[in-house]
């Protein structure tokens, strides 16, 4: 049965046919890949045989999208199309790399992106490596023997797709790789942030991890965690984010019901499932573009497990500052301010959440004050580590406790924000200057700051309350 187009009959209708005296261009890639898994698909590759620039521009201006041109040198030009249902799609126009699509499909990554159709004749695949067969048979096999010298990334990139499509990589493909992994270092920061953020983003990210320790990849892609990690810390944590992304996965909006039959996750969803949507849309905010709150909170969580444990010259494991061997891995990725900020929100509220027994109104508001973006997302890491230690599920008591914490804070962030976490301001330094005759200066923003959490505490209502509060307050001299 002819598989549905892949392409929309809007773009369809500007590309040129091979009939006509346009550019030949072909769909290629990643694309083909996932048409042929009937896999969604948002975003486009196109190899072009002529002026790719000038052919994604037309198609830009046809679709009264944006164009950006990506690489002039290497003939590629992006395609940026915001989309009502799905927010963007790309597509992207590349000069053919050789003389011909045959040449240039061989010169790819991995067979099973060395594909191509032509847009208007889809029943003629062009396959010249066997990506189709490895498709079938669930396997992942480089294109040459120097794949991965000629571009290092695709070490990770290997990993990625391994795990996302569920492939084994081929023995040969193994050896290469291998062979390559010291040159990641030489590939660019953004591109290798790229690549892990998609890690990251994966739906069982923990797989991957595990696989690159497999292939002895760690210290390549995480210079800055202890050389002599401790395997325990590394087993936990990859515990921890495997038991992460199961309850991201039993939260989701779209879900699968039976995941949720395991006692454990059953009782999970009993108490939080009301929060699916909420939690979905919080996790998956961009922080920076393209890249979302939920990848951020894993490459957190990894740190804050691993990254204060290694092996002594002694035996023991020692203590170690998780916070800044994060911040060595965000300015080494070249991530933005803001994300830098995520992930150390992240690390504190992690320690915090350890802390906290007996949770208090003010207890919730300092814990979101000190995590806004954070704190949605680390409630359900901190789920997960309860799960993770030890081999068997925890004891009941221990879980439910666990779950009332949690339920707590979420029903703060999703529901009663404006009473425990942003109070209306019910007076502002203006008026404490005025009313109780003090000096400005930083008093007044720590004295505002206490107003808030006697608001959150239910002992004042009012502007009256709150100035009379406060002289008191300031009479006691606290």
Known sequence: MMRASPLPEDLLALLPRRSDEGPRVWLVGGAVRDWLLERPILDLDFAVEGDALALARSVADGLQADYYPL?????????????????????????????????????????????????????????PTGGLRDLKEKRLRACSDSAFLSDPLRVLRAVRLSQMLELRMEAETITSLKAATHLIESVSPERVRDELMRIFGLAEPSGALRLMLHLNLWEAVFPELPARTDGAAVETALRTLGHAAEILAVL???????????????????RLGRYRQAIYENLNAEVAPDRARRPLLFLAGLFHLVGCSSIGPNGPAMPCPAEARMKLAAQRLRLSRRESRFLLRVLSAMHELRRIEDISPLVVYRYFNQAPDAGVGTVLLDLASQL?????????????????????????????????????????????????????????????????????????????QALEWTRRWIQAGR
Do not use: C
Not at 72 to 77: A, D, F, I, L, Q
Not at 253 to 267: F, N, Q, Y
Not at 403 to 412: C, G, V
């Open 388 to 464: 993770a230690k030890q081999p068997g599920p925890p004891s009941g008591e221990d879980w439910e406790a666990a779950l009332a914490k949690s339920r707590t804070l979420l029903e703060a962030a999703f529901e009663r924000r404006e009473e425990l976490i942003d109070p209306p301001s019910l007076v502002d330094g203006t008026k404490l200057i005025s009313s109780l005759g003090l000096r400005p200066g930083p008093e007044i923003g720590r004295l505002l700051e206490r107003i808030r959490e006697a608001q959150v505490e239910g002992l004042i209502q009012t502007e009256e």
């Open 252 to 270: 989701d909006p779209v879900h699968d019901e039976e995941r949720a039959a395991d006692a454990i996750l059953g009782s999970l969803v009993w």
């Open 71 to 127: 690489d002039p040198s290497r003939n590629t030009g992006r395609v940026l199309v915001q989309d009502s249902d799905t927010g963007k799609r790309i597509y992207d126009f590349a000069g053919l790399r050789g003389p011909d699509i045959l040449t240039d499909l061989r010169d790819r990554d991995f067979t099973i992106n060395a594909m191509a159709v032509d847009p208007f004749d889809l029943g003629r695949l062009i396959d």
